[in-house]
């Protein structure tokens, strides 16, 4: 039973504090080159449940590793990165960029994507994706964003539900179809 609850937004920092007769506070903040070990650990975690997921679409996480780094996020100044502390432990992370969307088809307009968001499996479920967001919303309109988008993969229904939450909407159907040779 949480006896008290207390959320507090300073200075770009939000602050839980839960009293159980203990007291843990997360902190979600920028992040620095000093958390890239275990950002890269994250990161790692999270492209192996996609790839346990889906293993015919999805590279192994090694795979994905050699190739992609989320320090590169961290040199980029329209890219973020945002990790959640509990305790002095990174337990969770989320990236995105911005820019100008032009398109010969829609209006101009400044938009942003959530690249990827991970939390630790036992710290999910309690607010830290929800405040990574915030954080990372709380920015995206000091730049001047409008819009923000996000793919999720179908069969990721938690995170579906996760973003749903968030308000946002379905935008485009991006539909999919595996031709087979007898097809062809």
């Not at 999805?58 to 040199?75: C, G, P, V």
């Not at 991970?118 to 830290?128: A, K, L």
């Amino acid at each position: 039973m949480i006896q008290n609850f207390f959320l507090f937004i300073n200075h770009g920092l939000i602050t839980c504090h839960f009293l159980f007769g203990t007291y843990m506070t997360s902190v979600i903040r920028r992040a620095q080159e000093t958390d890239l070990f275990r950002l890269n650990s994250m990161m790692y975690q999270l492209h192996d449940e996609h790839h346990q997921q889906c293993p015919e679409l999805f590279k192994t996480a090694s795979e994905i590793e050699e190739e992609k780094s989320i320090a590169r996020y961290l040199d980029d100044p329209e890219c973020m990165v945002y990790v959640a502390e509990l305790e002095g432990d990174v337990i969770g992370f989320v990236t995105g960029h911005f820019c100008e969307l032009i398109s010969t088809v829609s209006k101009p307009v400044m938009m942003a994507t959530i690249d990827e968001l991970y939390v630790e499996q036992t710290s999910r479920r309690e607010g830290i994706a929800e405040k990574l967001i915030t954080r990372m919303e709380q920015e995206l309109k000091d730049y001047g964003v409008k819009e923000v988008f996000v793919e999720v993969w179908g069969f990721n229904q938690a995170a579906l539900d996760f973003y749903h939450q968030q308000g946002m909407k379905e935008h485009i159907h991006y539909l999919r179809k595996a031709l087979k040779e007898s097809e062809i």
